[in-house]
């Protein structure tokens, strides 16, 4: 039986660091060129503004941005200064600048959609299993939904990448939203928003797994989805994980079908397709 209090910290071990995947993109297409209707107060805060913008090295543009926030702090640019800032820190794999203009922006505009986007993926890639600061993470996911469903297409941005970039908000906040619910013990909100990150990208490892427990740990467990989504972590693991993840696997199939010969046949399953079918049921495989 996997530890309670540890069971997920093993596999969100094995993600991959920070990413805005996506972001970047978006950033890129804005910095190229980009017209912003910024009210400026001069000619020489606008001159500023667009130095730093069209900048192509990251370290110098991060020196210019911030020069610029330092000489202009009640600028209306601000907020679109911080916005390029932040992806350049992003660019350069500086978690700390990351987390600290994460921060800045939210401050400045605490609903600032790429602000709680990068925030929501620093949640990801700092969570250890500890209960503290989970009230202000949820807080921070349905905001970060309910920004997204305001959204509209910035300038300078493909409708393409928009809604590439909106799927994976979406993914990002739900799944934050799921992994503070499974932590409460809160499993029908587990269920909710980590199908749905799931459904965002089925081959996140993490998502799928903490979906699966929130399956198998509710009273009474629902056992034809959690083991399923075992079964998916399993097929995602690298070698040492998936070996816990088969012990349990079998463990629970022992649990509730009496036998652990079902395991085999719900791996095989799983390894063909990211989600069960319509009305799935684990009894119709024996």
Known sequence: ????????????????????????????????????????NDSGEKSSFLEAQR?????????????FLKLYPNSAGT??????????????GNVEQIRAT???????????LLGLWASAKLFEFNEKGESSGYQENWELAMRGLRALQKAAKPQCVSAS?????????????N??????????????????????????DPNHLGYVYELALSYLLVQPGEPDQGLFFLARAASLSPADARTRLDVYGKQQS???????????????????QPLPPPGFRIKDLR
């Open 55 to 67: 900048e192509s090295g990251s370290s110098a543009k991060v020196t210019k941005l911030e020069l």
């Open 79 to 92: 907020e679109k200064v911080l916005e390029i800032l932040l992806e350049t820190y992003e660019q350069l």
């Open 1 to 40: 039986m996997i530890p309670k209090t540890k069971r997920v910290c093993f596999v969100i071990s094995v993600l991959v660091g920070f990413s805005t995947s996506g972001f970047t993109q978006q950033a890129s297409e804005q910095a190229t060129g980009c017209e912003y209707s910024i009210a400026f």
């Open 102 to 112: 994460v921060n800045r922006l939210l401050q400045k505009d605490p609903d600032n």
């Open 175 to 200: 799944g934050v939203a799921g992994t503070v619910a499974l932590k409460k013990r809160d499993f029908p909100n587990a269920q909710r928003y980590l199908h749905a990150a799931v459904q965002s």
């Open 254 to 272: 022992l649990k509730y079908y009496d036998s652990d010969r079902i395991w085999p046949l719900i791996k095989t399953l799983a390894e063909k």
């Open 161 to 173: 990448t928009f809604a590439k970039q909106n799927v994976k908000m979406a993914e990002a906040f």
